[in-house]
Each structure stands twice: as C-alpha cells, then as structure tokens.
C-alpha cells in the first residue's frame, strides 16, 4: 500500500514557490483537488473492505491521519504567513481551499471510521480554531451564570482556569470539552446552588480532573473543618464530606485528564486520612481524659493575646510541636483561664494568635527575661 496524500503535499510546497499563475488557475486547481478528494474517500473505503487484518488497516489509516494533521498545520501557518504580505490574494486564497478539502477529509474518516480513527491523535489547530468560539461560548454562559449567583472572584478564575480550551490537544479532549461544556451549565442551572463544594461536585460528576480543582477542593474541607469548634463536630464534618463522595456519580467514567489521577479519589483519600487523624486524636483525648489531665486548667497572669503569642513563640521555635495551629487553639481554650477570663473560647485563641499588639510583645519578652535570668541565677 503506497502513501496516498502525495498529490495534496506537492500542491502545498508548488504554492509556497509559484510567483505567476494563469488566468483561470483558481478554478482548475480547486477542480483538481476536488477529484483527489474523491479518489480519496473512494480509495479509503475500498482499503476498509479489502484488508481482513484490522490492525493493518488501522496502522496505515492512522499514519495518513498524522501526515494530514502535520500537512494542515503547515498550511495554516502558511496562510498566516502569507496573509501579512500584499500581493498574495491568489495564494492565500488557494491555500485556503486546500486546507477546506484537508479538513473535510480528515473530518471525513474521523466519522466514517470511529473505530479505527485516533481519537488521543493531536488535532489540526485549524479544527480547534472552528470549535473555539463554540465552546468559549458555553464557558461565558457558565461564568455569567456564577457570577450572578456571587460566586467570588476566586471561583470565577478557577473555572476558567481548569476549562481553559488552550488545553485541548487531541480529538479525544476537542470531544470532552464540547460535551462536559454543556453538561456543566445544564446542571449548574438545574441546580441553582451558591454552595462552592456543591459546583466542585458538578465538576467531578462530568469528570474534571484538573490539578487546582483537586487543590481548591482540599483548601475548601480542611477550611469547613477548621471552622467547627469541637472534635465532634469535626468528626461529623469529615463523614459528611465522605458521604457526599461516596454517592457522587461520574458520567461515563471519562476523564478530563485521561493520564492525570481521578480527583474524586484524591479527595476521598483525604478525607480518609483526616478522619485517620481526629480519631487518633479523640482516643488520645479519651484516654488523657481518663487519666484525669484533660480536665486540668491553669490561670495565667497574660491576657488571652499575650498568652497566644507566648504559645505561638513556642511553636516557632520548635519547642511545640504541632502540625497545625488549630492544635494550639484547642488546647488554649480548654486548659488555660486569664485573671481577665475564667474562660477561653477557641475563636477567641485563635483570633489572638494571628494578632500581635507591641504592648503584647513587651509584656511575653519582659516574663521571657525573667525566666532566663531566674535560670541564669539559680541553674
């Protein structure tokens, strides 16, 4: 079996060289590539029906898909190449039907032969070009829609972020995108929701699997968690979280990303993993508790911002060791009182330890002094 796209290659390099063309050139060349066009689709499915070795067939069906994809490329660069200079009213003009009959062709054996054609293939940009505007389209509808729900502005860029058509590179993702686009919008309006985890859910359902969606969907549960002022409801936070993935369905299985990890199951390990940590910490607390030391409180002489600060020293400098300051809030409020509070809720720690006042500083370096000339003095 020879090579078949000869005619249409020697056509395109005479086009980048020709300088003088006959009178009626336009129309017979535009009557040649017409007739190659159909010796074509004549040839292709007489080589479908004559070759009984599938693979044989899809191997060289596949090559000729590459070789025009590579050819179109060339000629749409060419095009734009020879649009910028006068004079070449002809030529581009040439150069824009063969690129027509190119793209009918390869859109041509692409629905003809689904089962054979390479759908992970790159796709022709002058193809991508043709379905841009389509899409772009859809992806306003969507961003209008979250934008009338209040989304914020955070979101907003997310979703153009994670469905940015400069992504798509096969006939596989051109597929996706045209599909998911439209599916995304559908449900965001049948839903009606200004919940955020509740549009990331939308998201996983149609198989989006972008990095930063994984990472905005992380940020936005530990943040949910963070917010609950007790183990317990943590707890409960986390399982509600895991119940909402477990019944989560994604349509078809399909991908966004076919090479990238699945999301929705990025996220489920994360969940099981926090729930792994609040209940090692609930039995920890559980058998402290019973050894009668959780219950104990101490009254300080700092104020509830001076004693977040002396703690929040203390974490930087390693000599407390926690991964996460929300830790540090906890066990402020429930094992220490002020001669100001005899209570201190987690809220209240945890707005002093972001907040440092000067007259709060002097106060911790003058008892940090003291303790280091008490040591000096007696040790």
């Known amino acids: 079996m020879n090579y078949q796209f000869t005619f249409f290659e020697e ?33 292709f499915k007489d080589i479908a029906i004559d070759l009984n070795n599938r693979e044989k067939v899809k191997t060289y069906f596949n090559f000729h898909q590459q070789n025009i994809t590579l050819l179109m490329d060339k000629v749409s660069a060419e095009i734009s190449e020879q649009g910028a200079k006068t004079n070449k009213k002809i030529i581009v003009g040439s150069l824009e039907i063969l690129l027509d009959k190119l793209e009918s ?73 045209k599909s998911s686009f439209r599916e995304i919008h559908r449900k965001i309006i049948e839903t009606n929701s200004t919940n955020e985890f509740g549009l990331v859910k939308i998201f996983l359902e149609n198989g989006i699997n972008h990095s930063q969606l994984y990472n905005h969907a992380k940020l936005l549960i530990s943040k949910e968690i ?51 940590l609040l209940r090692a910490m609930e039995f920890v607390n559980h058998e402290v508790e019973e050894a009668g030391i959780m219950n104990a409180n101490y009254k300080v002489s700092f104020s509830v911002k001076q004693l977040a600060f002396f703690v929040h020293l203390q974490m930087e400098t390693g ?46 370096i003058a008892k940090l002094s003291e303790m280091l000339a008490l040591a000096q003095e007696r040790y």
């Not at 006959?22 to 017409?34: G, I, M, P, Q, R």
């Not at 991508?128 to 899409?135: A, D, H, K, L, V």
């Not at 955070?154 to 972020?161: G, K, M, R």
């Open 105 to 177: 062709l390869i859109n041509w054996m692409r629905e003809i032969f689904p089962g054979i054609f390479d759908h992970k293939g790159k796709v022709p940009k002058r193809i991508i070009y043709s379905e841009e505007s389509g899409i772009k389209e859809v992806l306003s509808l969507i961003l209008d829609e979250l934008q009338q729900r209040c989304f914020t502005k955070e979101v907003l860029e997310l979703t153009s972020a994670i469905l940015d058509v400069g992504q798509i590179v096969s006939f596989r993702d051109l597929g996706f995108w």
């Open 319 to 364: 000599i407390i060791i926690w991964q996460r300051a929300k830790f540090a809030h906890q066990y402020i409020a429930r094992h220490f009182s002020t001669v100001e509070r005899e209570s201190i809720s987690e809220k209240s720690a945890r707005n002093a330890h972001y907040n440092h006042a000067s007259e709060d500083i002097k106060k911790v």
């Open 226 to 276: 963070e917010n609950k002022t007790t183990l317990g409801e943590q707890i409960s936070s986390v399982c509600l979280f895991r119940k909402e993935m477990r019944v989560l369905f994604i349509q078809d299985h399909k991908l966004q990303f076919e090479n990238s990890p699945d999301v929705k199951r990025a996220i489920k390990r994360f969940l099981r993993e926090e729930l792994l």
């Open 11 to 43: 056509h395109f390099q005479s086009l980048q060289t020709k300088t003088s063309f006959a009178k009626n050139y336009t129309v017979e060349s535009k009557k040649n590539l017409e007739r190659e066009y159909a010796r074509l689709i004549r040839f």
